[in-house]
């Protein structure tokens, strides 16, 4: 008797923990998910914004789009930004978007700098050279590629020529975002807990050997973008 006591406590022991990990699991997916319905939404502005015509006009010629609905930026004399983001590359041949791949943004700046803001960026990555840095493990903005701030304003016709061009939009003292010296490194273990896997950037968005029906919404609302 005592022995299957203890085999149907081991069994519960063992739901109980299998529960456990179902349930972190589930929480990691929501996280991950909750940044691509973010992502859309922050997409989404920018392409009804009156002041982004630049980037409405040239998100056709981009070669990737990295997304980041919420950069937070505090600091006093010594400051820095950091949030995450997520990527969409295009595929010029078959004219399809893949992703998303999931990335952390971080910088650190040193200057009279007081209070907190929250920023929202789309960032075009308009060169092979700027896509390929970020097929890496991590890649320092201005350093591995070249960065610029896009134009903004209704009548904006500047030719920008860079590796990126970041648009940005923001609320509370710093009003604005230079992603100048940001490094944007891969998130493993979000990639690994949206797609089921350990995948890599180039599995997602290039060989597009991984999806997630969740991200569809995501993968239309750019495609669309890039039709106009």
């Known amino acids: 008797m005592q022995r ?3 085999r149907i406590s081991s069994i519960a022991l063992l739901a109980i923990a299998s529960t456990g990990l179902i349930a972190t699991s589930a929480q990691a997916q929501s996280d991950q998910q909750k940044l691509v319905v973010e992502a859309e939404k922050t997409l989404s502005n920018f392409l009804r914004d009156p002041d982004m015509k630049w980037l409405q006009s040239n998100i056709g ?3 990737a789009v990295l997304i980041a609905p919420q950069i937070a930026k505090a600091g006093f004399i010594i400051g820095g930004s950091g949030g995450h983001g997520v990527l969409l590359a295009h595929d010029a041949k078959s004219g399809k978007w893949a992703g998303p791949a999931f990335y952390t943004l971080a910088t ?3 200057g009279f700098q007081a209070g907190v803001s929250v920023s929202e960026a789309v960032t075009l990555v308009m060169t092979e050279k700027g896509l390929n840095s970020l097929l890496a493990s991590s890649a320092k903005l201005g350093a591995d ?3 610029a701030a896009g134009p903004v304003g209704a ?3 500047s030719d920008v020529v860079a590796d990126m061009i970041t648009f940005s939009r923001a609320k509370g003292v710093y009003g604005g975002l230079n ?3 940001t490094v944007v490194a891969v998130a493993n273990d979000w ?4 797609f089921g896997k ?3 950037p180039p599995d997602i968005l290039i060989r597009m050997s991984v999806t997630n029906k969740q991200a569809d919404p995501l993968l239309a609302a750019v495609t669309k973008a890039t039709m106009k």
């Open 179 to 181: 992603l100048d010296g």
């Open 108 to 110: 650190a700046s040193i």
């Open 198 to 200: 350990d995948v890599l």
């Open 61 to 63: 010629r981009a070669k």
């Open 155 to 157: 009548g904006a016709k």
């Open 4 to 6: 299957i006591l203890k």
């Open 145 to 147: 590629a070249s960065v």
């Open 191 to 194: 990639n690994k807990a949206y």
